[in-house]
């Protein structure tokens, strides 16, 4: 249980909370990478490094899925369909709720174990690998300013 339990908690070591990039005069472009705290209290771990330095593990920027005309249409169509639904229906609403949220949970738990949609960063100096959440962050242009920034494997 204790495993666990460690095993969930260091789950967020080395988390990348953001990335600035700030422009030297001297230096030429760095990255400050800000991690989140292990724990609620302690301090969140901060390093600036050379904007050459850190290297992805996939690109961040995944392109959208390009949906014809028709199937945009057709996509609308599902849509209003399922809106009037769940306006009509008013007495089943809390089961959705609670099954969307329950859904959500177990989504997380999953994440949580599986370690599955995060991107890992190195930084070169530093022996352990940094997360960064794909599906959680926001991302100048999507992510393809990073993707310009940042060496990728």
Sequence with gaps: ???????????VYRLVRTITAIPTP????RLKIDCTAILPGLRPRSVIVPYNHP???STF????????????VELYKQQEVQ?????????????????YWTYRGFRAAKKT???????????????LAWKIDREAAWALEDGKAIDRLVRHV
């Design 1 to 11: 249980m204790g495993a666990f339990g460690l095993f969930t908690l260091f789950g």
């Design 26 to 29: 001297s230096d030429g472009l």
């Design 55 to 57: 290297i992805l593990s």
């Design 61 to 72: 920027h995944t392109p959208p899925i390009k949906l014809s005309l028709a199937e945009q």
């Design 83 to 99: 809106r009037e639904i769940e306006r009509s229906r008013i007495l089943t609403l809390p089961f959705r709720q609670a099954s």
């Design 113 to 127: 174990w599986s370690k599955e949609g995060f991107i890992y960063m190195r930084v070169m100096g530093y022996n």
